[in-house]
């Protein structure tokens, strides 16, 4: 820990007038949060959701981050992160998102989980796992950063939410045991173009690890997963910066596709 002072307040402003203004603040580390307080990121993210909550806005999961080893090790961490998704970030497949809603928008294809059951033993085995997951869908994840140029650190991306934007789910659901989500392969294509690929694997070896990581870290805060909740894996592949009036489609093997796209430059 640094010797400044934590202002858990003043990294909540900053990331709340970033999203209206459409101007990103600079990093948070080092400045109003410690390097390396994830604790202290993780209340602003509370203070963050709470004021969503207050104006409306209804949660309906949460997402995964960090789940591919390369991005650890380039932030220096060596676990995932989580962050809360309400339906003011959901997006129907193929209906086209303003890009004025974002600031520095990037997309990345994963597996959505939608939960038929709660998890609130924090010492959740796979077998409970299998059990709670209702269907399967295929997503796409519109990542965005509050923080400029995404210089970001765990503290950063934590505090903003894990870097949440948007989500795209697909629609057609599947079984859990129809789908070999450790082997699953990805395909994120631009213009007919493959622009990011994967597959299940890169995500801590199996979607499933991170949908036990997030079960346990969830239920130790009291704050479990839910029956109807969509939890979002993590990404099977690299994420891609947006280009605006472009669009994509994930196609991931076993699961369909999805397609989301964006309008031309326009005033925020």
Request: glycine share 10%; with cysteine.
């Amino acid at each position: 820990m640094t010797g400044i002072s934590i202002d858990l307040e003043a990294a909540n402003r900053e990331l709340a007038e970033a999203r209206t203004s459409g101007k990103p603040c600079p990093p948070l580390r080092g400045r109003l949060l410690p390097e390396g307080d994830v604790e202290s990121a993780y209340r602003v993210q509370q203070l963050q959701t709470r004021a969503w909550q207050g104006r409306g806005e209804r949660r309906v999961g949460a997402k995964i981050g960090l789940t591919s080893r390369a991005v650890q090790e380039s932030l220096g961490v060596f676990q995932p992160d989580f962050g809360v998704l309400t339906d003011a970030m959901a997006v129907g497949d193929g209906v086209e998102v303003p890009i004025r809603r974002l600031l520095q928008p990037r997309v990345e294809a994963e597996v959505a989980f939608v939960l038929g059951a709660d998890l609130t033993d924090e010492r959740v085995t796979t077998a409970d796992l299998i059990r709670a997951v209702d269907h399967l869908l295929p997503a796409i994840e519109i990542v965005d950063s509050r923080i400029a140029g995404w210089d970001i650190s765990i503290v950063d991306t934590v505090a903003d939410n894990a870097s949440s934007g948007l989500f795209v789910l697909g629609t057609t659901p599947r079984r859990l045991a129809d789908v070999d989500l450790r082997l699953c392969g990805m395909v994120l294509e631009h213009a007919g173009e493959p622009v990011s690929v994967g597959a299940g694997a890169a995500c801590l070896g199996n979607p499933l690890h991170a949908l036990e990581w997030l079960a346990r870290t969830l239920a130790r805060t009291g704050d479990p997963l839910r029956a109807g909740d969509v939890v979002l894996s993590g990404a099977l592949g690299p994420m891609v910066p947006v280009t605006p009036g472009a669009a994509y489609e994930a196609r991931i093997s076993g699961l369909g596709s999805v397609r989301t796209c964006f309008s031309k430059e326009g005033e925020r």
